[in-house]
């Protein structure tokens, strides 16, 4: 029987779910650092239903940042990409399709996603394709397919015929966007996507300030030993849209030029920058 048929007043969640609610905040941004939440909690494939309600659980997610419970939506969906909870890729998406997408969820959700695997992807491409869907829920998209990528290596191929799409000279996409596409191709190591990438650098489809420009992708694909020009002083340009409030509280230093991508993160959160205030 599921626990959602043993579920109380208290939320409407009964244990072992329940006990989410009572974990409180976590900094631990780094999947091999997070909780094991069957291991400690005994969650199996019975609990996906009422995990996904935890995840998507509007008085939860809108709770007070002093507050356990506001915090019980991380634990839930993480729980679900331990459990590689395949049902509950659809619902975790419609985290992404709210005009403002949850910070945490920014930085959990690509490992979520990867973690259940290349079941997500038909899901994930839909996603990209729907133009409705915003910058920010795109840009968290984009980096789920190159996370699935890069944890299944036998859908690599897949993946990058995913993200070659956004940059397809029939789509009219934002500069950002096109740079997280890039980014993401960066991730799955496409060298053999430099001539769509090239391309989109010349019709304007790519902001530089994310991934660097084109000289600085050559380099990383390894088609280039060193710059031919002076880099571009991007200033403060952010990439991609403003950052709503870090709910793991690290302070998000302005962008640096000199910081690596594969670099840690001068934030501190233990992140590579590519993955903490490059996406940011």
């Known amino acids: 029987m599921s626990d959602l048929a043993n579920s109380d007043v208290h939320g409407g969640y009964a244990d072992p779910v329940r006990r989410l609610l009572a974990i409180r905040k976590t900094n631990n941004a780094e999947p091999d650092k997070w909780i094991d939440y069957p291991a400690r909690f005994g969650l199996g494939e019975e609990h996906v239903g009422t995990l996904i309600q935890m995840a998507l659980d509007p008085a939860l997610l809108d709770a007070e940042l002093e507050t356990a419970e506001v915090w019980a939506p991380v634990h839930a969906w993480r729980a679900l990409g331990q459990l590689r909870a395949e049902t509950s890729a659809a619902s975790l998406l419609d985290l992404l399709r709210v005009?403002?997408?949850?910070?945490?969820?920014?930085?959990?959700?690509?490992?979520?996603?990867?973690?259940?695997?290349?079941?997500?992807?038909?899901?994930?491409?839909?996603?990209?394709?729907?133009?409705?869907?915003?910058?920010?829920?795109?840009?968290?998209?984009?980096?789920?397919?190159?996370?699935?990528?890069?944890?299944?290596?036998?859908?690599?191929?897949?993946?990058?015929?995913?993200?070659?799409?956004?940059?397809?000279?029939?789509?009219?996409?934002?500069?950002?966007?096109?740079?997280?596409?890039?980014?993401?191709?960066?991730?799955?190591?496409?060298?053999?996507?430099?001539?769509?990438?090239?391309?989109?650098?010349?019709?304007?489809?790519?902001?530089?300030?994310?991934?660097?420009?084109?000289?600085?992708?050559?380099?990383?694909?390894?088609?280039?030993?060193?710059?031919?020009?002076?880099?571009p002083n991007y200033g403060l340009m952010a990439a991609g849209p403003p950052s709503p409030p870090d709910r793991f509280a690290p302070e998000v230093l302005p962008k640096r030029q000199e910081v690596g991508r594969n670099d840690p993160c001068p934030c501190g959160s233990g992140k590579k920058y590519k993955k903490c205030c490059l996406a940011a």
């Open 99 to 231: 005009p403002e997408v949850d910070d945490a969820a920014v930085g959990d959700l690509p490992v979520v996603f990867g973690m259940i695997g290349p079941s997500t992807l038909p899901l994930l491409a839909g996603f990209l394709a729907d133009r409705t869907n915003s910058e920010y829920g795109l840009a968290v998209t984009i980096s789920a397919v190159s996370t699935v990528g890069e944890r299944t290596p036998a859908c690599r191929d897949e993946c990058v015929g995913i993200l070659m799409r956004m940059l397809d000279l029939a789509r009219d996409i934002d500069p950002s966007t096109g740079g997280f596409v890039v980014v993401a191709l960066l991730d799955l190591k496409a060298v053999e996507t430099i001539d769509a990438i090239r391309d989109a650098f010349a019709r304007g489809a790519v902001e530089p300030s994310i991934a660097g420009d084109l000289e600085d992708i050559e380099i990383e694909l390894g088609l280039r030993d060193r710059r031919a020009t002076r880099r």
